[in-house]
């Protein structure tokens, strides 16, 4: 049975920080990893999809990283900013399964 | 592209009293997901239906919770009856072939009292 595991679960850190979200699986027969942000009270929003064939993907000043080998992944956000703030969920598809993280809660302070 | 609509956005109900939600999917997408998210947790797969077909529903408390998804289109998710502990965000998500990554509703809020 996969399980995912994200670690810190919560963050707190200043404006303009680097900081970087981890995820755990202990199944490393994937399809792919996604990383979702959710705003309190709102639904999920993909922001990036590993492939498992993939090491990293970027879009803008996020960085996700995999390694299929050792059932991690990591989410690089760069100079963090105030509307960064909300909970990032990872989740690896497997076989027409979708199975999510624990979250992790980042509040960005201006 | 209309995304995935679900209502009602809230609800709050009493223990023991009965409550339904709606997803209406993204147009062609032949997979409906329903997943429970209790606050603090990440969200679980309730069932998984392809079509019509349940794919998966190792993870619904049959006893109270059903499910269906007539004519392959819209899918509505019971809970007959309700506990505190099914105080939850439940999320409707859809996908394809063409489109594999699901896309996910607002989610409806539950609140058992």
């Known amino acids: 049975k996969q399980e995912v595991t994200q670690i810190p679960a919560a963050l707190s850190v200043p404006e303009g920080e680097n900081l970087v979200l981890n995820c755990s699986f202990t199944?490393?027969?994937?399809?792919?990893l996604q990383w979702f942000r959710q705003d309190p009270g709102k639904g999920l929003t993909s922001l990036l999809l590993i492939q498992s064939s993939q090491r990293e993907q970027t879009s803008g000043r996020l960085n996700a990283s995999l390694d299929k080998s050792s059932g991690r992944s990591t989410l690089y956000i760069a100079a963090s900013q105030p509307g960064d703030s909300a909970t990032y969920l990872c989740?690896?598809?497997?076989?027409?399964?979708?199975?999510f993280g624990t979250g992790t809660r980042l509040l960005v302070s201006p | 592209e209309a995304g995935v609509a679900q209502s009602p956005r809230y609800k709050i109900i009493e223990k023991r009293q009965s409550v339904a939600f709606w997803c209406n999917p993204i147009?062609?997408?032949?997979?409906l997901y329903w997943y429970q998210q209790i606050l603090g947790q990440g969200p679980k797969l309730l069932i998984q239906f392809q079509n019509n077909g349940v794919v998966d529903d190792s993870q619904l408390p049959k006893d109270r919770f059903s499910a269906e998804r007539l004519k392959g289109v819209d899918s509505t998710l019971k809970i007959q009856p309700a506990k505190l502990e099914d105080s939850a965000v439940y999320l409707c998500?859809?996908?394809?072939?063409?489109?594999?990554?699901?896309?996910f509703g607002s989610g409806t809020r539950l609140t058992v009292v």
């Open positions: 199944d490393s027969a994937i399809y792919n």
């Open positions: 998500a859809s996908s394809s072939r063409q489109v594999p990554t699901p896309t």
């Open positions: 147009s062609g997408h032949a997979t």
């Open positions: 989740a690896v598809t497997g076989f027409q399964k979708l199975v």
